[in-house]
Structure formats: structure tokens, C-alpha cells
């Protein structure tokens, strides 16, 4: 059975050929607790409110965790933003300087998109080019689905047509 290069989780011995000297043992979970929260003044939204970000994709990258959330302020009639957030343990997190999209002036912030969109991120294992490297599947209201590209998670391109021209009725 060829499992390839990506990683597995062996939950019982269906993929395993012979066993000598490993066990499988079952460890106690553990609570762990992030200090990640939505506390600079584009974070917070009108559904959650602070603490929680709206909507986010967590994956690893690179050899660290990357976090892209969204405020889900366009809710409450406020500019959306889309932040970057990073860890190396995805317990610990950071908020890079990326300054690249003004709030209230200024650029220091982790701000990399500033639409009234939500929805997830993933990466491209095998992109048409380094510039689509990642994908962001948001919906906008209103408009419909939208495909952004990102070569490094921070800038964002919009493909200006649209995926689907309607809403999707759930996740994106």
C-alpha cells in the first residue's frame, strides 16, 4: 500500500504490515489554552464580539501554524478585515506587522484583505504558478463566491469572476 508522503494518524494496525517492539497507546487528553483572542480595534465583530474571530482557517505551512480570520464585521456595517495570525506550537499566537492595508491610517497591523468577504484558505500542493500557492473561497454578500490567490498568505488577488454567482447557503 502506497501511502505517499503526507502524514497519518495510525489509530489501529489496518496499515501496518507486522508490529515488533511498538505499542499503540492511547494518552490522557490534555487542556490546552490559547492565548489567542480578537482584541485590536478591526478585529472585534457584531456576532461574536470580542474574544473569538468570526471565521478562520488554521493549517500548517512552512514548518508553523498560519491562521487567516476574518472579523465578520461587515455585519454591523463596518469594514471587513482579514487578519494573518501565527504560531509555532498553535497554542502561542502572533499577529505580524504585514502593513499592507490601512486601518484608520495606519498600515501597522496584520490586516491582508480588506473585503466584505468570509470563507476558507487552503493551500495548492501543486499550483499552476508560485502566485496561486494559496486560495481563499470567500463569499461576499450580496455578490456571491469569489476565488482570491495569495503566493505568501498576506497579499491577495481577486479573480474577478465570479466562482458562483449566488450565496451557497452554508461554509464556503
Given at each position: 500500500?502506497?501511502?505517499?508522503?503526507?502524514?497519518?494518524?495510525?489509530?489501529?494496525?489496518?496499515?501496518?504490515?507486522?508490529?515488533?517492539?511498538?505499542?499503540?497507546?492511547?494518552?490522557?487528553?490534555?487542556?490546552?489554552?490559547?492565548?489567542?483572542?480578537?482584541?485590536?480595534?478591526?478585529?472585534?465583530?457584531?456576532?461574536?464580539?470580542?474574544?473569538?474571530?468570526?471565521?478562520?482557517?488554521v493549517f500548517r505551512?512552512?514548518?508553523q501554524f498560519a491562521?487567516?480570520?476574518?472579523?465578520?464585521?461587515?455585519?454591523?456595517?463596518?469594514?471587513?478585515?482579514?487578519?494573518?495570525?501565527?504560531?509555532?506550537?498553535?497554542?502561542?499566537?502572533?499577529?505580524?506587522?504585514?502593513?499592507?492595508?490601512?486601518?484608520?491610517?495606519?498600515?501597522?497591523?496584520?490586516?491582508?484583505?480588506?473585503?466584505?468577504?468570509?470563507?476558507?484558505?487552503?493551500?495548492?500542493?501543486?499550483p499552476s504558478t508560485?502566485?496561486?500557492?494559496?486560495?481563499?473561497?470567500?463569499?461576499?454578500?450580496?455578490?456571491?463566491?469569489?476565488?482570491?490567490?495569495?503566493?505568501?498568505?498576506?497579499?491577495?488577488?481577486?479573480?474577478?469572476?465570479?466562482?458562483?454567482?449566488?450565496?451557497?447557503?452554508?461554509?464556503?
Amino acid at each position: 500500500l502506497h501511502l505517499g508522503s503526507r502524514r497519518h494518524v495510525f489509530l489501529d494496525d489496518a496499515l501496518i504490515d507486522k508490529r515488533q517492539d511498538v505499542a499503540f497507546r492511547v494518552h490522557q487528553p490534555e487542556r490546552v489554552v490559547t492565548n489567542f483572542r480578537v482584541d485590536r480595534e478591526w478585529e472585534p465583530g457584531a456576532r461574536f464580539g470580542p474574544g473569538v474571530p468570526d471565521v478562520q482557517s488554521v493549517f500548517r505551512v512552512d514548518g508553523q501554524f498560519a491562521m487567516i480570520y476574518s472579523s465578520g464585521t461587515m455585519w454591523s456595517g463596518k469594514r471587513q478585515a482579514t487578519c494573518l495570525a501565527l504560531s509555532e506550537d498553535g497554542v502561542c499566537w502572533t499577529k505580524p506587522g504585514v502593513g499592507l492595508m490601512p486601518w484608520n491610517g495606519r498600515t501597522d497591523n496584520n490586516i491582508v484583505l480588506m473585503d466584505d468577504a468570509q470563507g476558507s484558505v487552503l493551500e495548492d500542493p501543486h499550483p499552476s504558478t508560485p502566485e496561486h500557492r494559496f486560495l481563499y473561497v470567500a463569499w461576499q454578500m450580496q455578490r456571491g463566491v469569489y476565488v482570491y490567490t495569495s503566493p505568501d498568505l498576506r497579499r491577495w488577488r481577486r479573480n474577478e469572476t465570479l466562482a458562483l454567482p449566488f450565496d451557497t447557503g452554508g461554509g464556503v
